[in-house]
């Protein structure tokens, strides 16, 4: 391809939070065998981090050119000693893409995999990295974008636990709020997200029985954040369930 | 050094000090609105391009309401819309009222199911009005229906219409799926949903819920239903097969009705294990990596090990982890 002709589509980041500290380990992975199966392509991955008191890159760390089969791993370990001390959560954006070869379809986002562990059990889970652009689909928006994670019946002896990533400039107000068959939108949460930020916020759950109704999670963000729910047991702290929510989705999805 | 201005601030770009309110002034006097065309004369996005991808989709969300300026072209004398002949408006409403007396299937999810000693999965159906509104944009009460195939792609029930009503969310286990709850079952879970006009929050997600010996449950993984009848544009994997204290299992589900065989691989430093396996129409696989290679995990784990699968058609695959420290299970899909 002409390097002055610009593509039809170009790759775009994808968001996660580095969760980094003396207990909390994070890796982060990325094959491009996931995502794409041109072998004749070279693949790059670059992680960049943001101080959470300034919302700028203070590091960055990028990938030799891979090839389709390869693997570029990295890790809290190596990444923590450029960071700034005393703090544990990081926002981070993972740009993913083939070197010279522009995106072949509609899929012009490459996650990366983000497997969560901890000395004390209080972080675990495995995520990709989430869509800020390039997710083909369409959803509803209002005066708020909405994120919707369906808790179900909850558990006693159970918290919940959202982290919420802004991959913004601008900061942005949030709510996250339960829904359920007899009350709708009650607020457990409120506050801002700094641009380029990861907060974590917790709320007690109603305490459900298995005859008893089922809640919804919602999440209404002044922009589009790129929200996370967690479980938490009460009495140790240990995370027993980790994973992200969809928004309203406009069209009808029939796998 | 450039002064750092984007904590509690409004510009959408900072370098050019752009706030949301004028780059919606700016779109709304530009002829034709681009990303190249701001960013040349406005500077937008030409220095530190941190902004360039949210410009991007503030644009694109602007042109989706306002629309992109219509070329000028020669107005024509206007033209009456043909009617529409009676025969065919009959047979429209005969199919609106057929559609509302024997409601059609038109919207389907898969998800792995399980019920074995201490994991028991359950599904979570979520029907939530529009949070502004309050408007169902499912008209309030949405219709559906389970079955559950065993491991070896045979239906093993199926459930009468069930329904779920505005703003409720129904999570459904074992024994309300069931009328007698089986002992044990690993295999696959459909939710079928009657005149669905969309998705909106009725993705459906099943639950792994692992209990202690003495039946509380100590964890709850949401996961949600893949795509099983499109093209992926890549191959299934996971790079996490042998973390320090976990051991990842395989929940494999064929959700089509052909047969194919599928090559399991499991990299390790330079060597390369494979395992073929034959999937039949809607069968289940459900085992741990190191049972599934014949080997053990070394205590310390293997932090390069790196499992694909390479098949033909795609495999339906959600990835969980018992951690061993905690006694927790968690998961993913693909």
């Known amino acids: 391809m002409n390097p002055n002709e610009k593509a039809a589509r170009e790759w775009v980041p994808t968001s996660f939070f580095l969760a980094a500290s003396d207990d909390y380990r994070t890796e982060i992975t990325f094959s491009p065998r996931q995502y794409a199966r041109n072998e004749t392509a070279k693949y790059v991955s670059e992680i960049c981090i943001y101080d959470p008191g300034t919302g700028r890159p203070c590091h960055r760390r990028r990938s030799e050119p891979i090839g389709l089969g390869d693997c570029f791993r990295t890790s809290s370990d190596e990444l923590r000693q450029h960071l700034p001390a005393n703090q544990s959560y990081f926002y981070c954006e993972a740009f993913n893409s083939a070197v010279d070869t522009p995106p072949p379809d509609t899929n012009i986002a490459m996650p990366s995999n983000i497997h969560y562990s901890s000395k004390s059990g209080k972080l675990q889970g495995d995520l990709g990295s989430n869509y800020i652009f390039g997710a083909p689909r369409k959803a509803f928006k209002g005066d708020f974008y909405y994120d919707h994670f369906p808790l179900g019946k909850g558990v006693p002896g159970m918290r919940l636990k959202v982290f919420l990533m802004n991959p913004y400039v601008r900061p942005s107000t949030f709510q996250v709020y339960l829904t359920s068959k007899n009350q709708r939108n009650q607020i457990v949460a409120e506050g801002t997200v700094a641009g380029k930020n990861v907060i974590d916020v917790e709320g007690d759950l109603p305490e459900f029985t298995k005859a008893g109704d089922g809640v919804a999670v919602v999440v209404a963000g002044e922009l589009k954040l790129n929200p996370i729910y967690g479980l938490i047991q009460k009495n140790t702290g240990i995370m027993c369930g980790l994973d992200h929510g969809h928004p309203f989705l406009m069209q009808r999805l029939s796998h | ?334």
């Open chain 2, 1 to 334: 050094m450039k002064r750092v201005t984007n904590i509690d601030s409004g510009f959408v770009c900072h370098c050019a000090r752009i706030r949301h309110s004028e780059l919606l002034e700016i779109f709304s006097e530009a002829t034709d609105p681009s990303y190249e065309e701001f960013k040349a004369r406005y500077g937008i996005g030409g220095q530190c391009a941190s902004c360039e991808y949210e410009v991007k989709a503030i644009l694109d969300d602007y042109l989706a309401v306002h629309g992109r300026p219509a070329p000028r072209v020669e107005v024509a004398a206007p033209v009456k819309p043909p009617a529409v002949p009676l025969r065919k408006r009959l047979r429209s409403f005969a199919e609106s009222s057929k559609r509302s007396i024997f409601p059609k299937v038109n919207g389907k999810a898969c998800m792995f199911f399980i019920i074995d000693g201490q994991l028991q999965s359950s599904l979570v159906v979520s029907n939530i009005n529009n949070p502004e509104s309050n408007i169902n944009p499912n008209r309030d009460n949405v219709s559906f229906r389970v079955l559950i195939y065993d491991g070896e792609g045979k239906l093993v029930h199926q459930t009468g219409k069930m329904s779920v009503g505005p703003n409720e969310t129904v999570e459904l286990f074992p024994e309300e799926i069931f009328d007698r709850v089986p002992e044990h079952i690993v295999g696959s879970l459909y939710v079928e949903y009657y005149n669905l006009e969309c998705t909106n929050t009725l993705r459906p997600y099943c639950v792994l819920n692992y209990t202690d010996a003495n039946g509380r449950i100590r964890s709850r993984q949401h996961y949600h239903d893949k795509l099983y009848t499109k093209t992926i544009p890549g191959f299934v994997q996971c790079p996490s097969a042998f973390p320090p204290g976990r051991v990842c299992w395989l929940a494999l589900t064929n959700c089509s009705p052909r047969d194919f065989n599928a090559t399991l691989n499991l990299r390790l430093g330079d060597e390369v294990k494979k395992v073929q396996l034959h999937f039949g129409p809607q069968q289940t696989v459900f085992r741990s990596i190191p049972e599934v290679f014949g080997m053990e995990i070394p205590p310390e784990g293997r932090r390069d090990a790196h499992f694909w699968i390479e098949s033909e058609h795609y495999v339906m695959t959600y990835f969980f982890w018992n951690d061993i420290p905690t006694d927790v299970w968690f998961g993913q899909h693909h």
